[in-house]
Structures are given as C-alpha cells and as structure tokens.
C-alpha cells in the first residue's frame, strides 16, 4: 500500500507517484514518539508488533538506538490482532514497572481488528448488537482489562483509510 508523504512527484499527467507506504510512515510515527517521550528523564518506552499474533517485543529502555533497531525491523503482516498487541503491552507494562509510576500505552494500526485472542467471555463492548464481531470487542475489552486492572491508559492512532468500524473500535 503506498500513501503519499515523503518523495512525491507528479508522473506525466497519470497522477501523484509516492515512494512511502504505510509502513514507512508507521515507522517515522514510532520513531518521532520514541523521541518525545525519551526527552524527559527517566521515561522508557517498550514496543510489541503483531499481525495475526505478537511479532515481536522490545521490553522498556530508554535506549534509542535500540527502539530504532527494532522498528526499523518491522514488516507488514496482513493480519490485524489489536488484542494480541494490546495484552503483549500490557505484559511488558506490569512486568517492568510499579504501580507507583503512570503507565500508558499507544496502539497504532492501519485496519481493522481481524483476528480474536480467546477471551471469553467478551461484552459487545462496540454496541453494534453483533456479537460475530469479535475481534473488535477483544480488543477493547484488552483495553479496558489494561485500566481497570492494571491502570494503564491507552491511546489509540489509526493510519491511512481505515473504516468506520475500525475508528469505533479505536475510539472506544
């Protein structure tokens, strides 16, 4: 998928040519909140990428280089499990940090939740009286266990053209 942002030009009157995809301006994004939230003294970020599971995850650090060795390692999968993510930071999150300090995390996707993480039983939290949505309202049932259980705020960004059912379950 190839979004504009970046290197763009004009191709002969046949429309916009772009060299970014989504995953290059995922990466930028993640790059530039590593970087705002590492300003302050005595913050550390940790990530987990997923698709149809966790990929991959980087424990909390304040190291840099390191969090930019592994997003520069992401890759597109396909696969949407928002949970999958949701639950793996949420790990990390009580794992290496106390109580005593704010925890929040940031999910980002381009899509839409398509793939469930087995959490019975799950609310209709998005309300749309469909329960065959599951992965949606896994996902932000993954959210609200991460603050009712553990106080962790999350924060939601979606990227490109993503439905309206992805905004909701986002929003939500």
């Known amino acids: 998928n190839t979004v504009c942002g970046g290197s763009c030009w004009f191709d002969y009157g046949y429309g916009i040519e772009c060299t970014n995809t989504k995953m290059d301006i995922a990466k930028t994004a993640d790059k530039e909140f590593v970087d705002v939230v590492l300003e302050t003294e005595n913050n550390r970020v940790g990530l987990v990428s997923y ?18 060795n592994v997003i520069d390692s992401y890759s597109p999968g396909g696969s949407t499990c928002i949970c999958c993510g949701v639950i793996s930071a949420t790990s990390i999150l009580t794992s290496e940090s106390n109580s005593s300090r704010a925890r929040s995390m940031l999910v980002m996707t381009d899509g839409e939740a398509n793939v469930d993480c087995n959490l019975d039983p799950v609310t209709d939290h998005d309300e749309d009286g469909d329960t065959s949505d599951d992965p949606q309202d896994h996902a932000i049932e993954a959210a609200c266990d991460a603050y009712n259980n553990y106080n962790i705020t999350v924060y939601t960004v979606g990227f490109g053209d993503i439905s309206y059912s992805a905004q909701q379950t986002l929003n939500s």
Do not use: A, M
């Open 51 to 68: 698709d149809s599971s966790t990929d991959d995850t980087e424990g909390l650090t304040n190291s840099t280089s390191t969090l930019y």
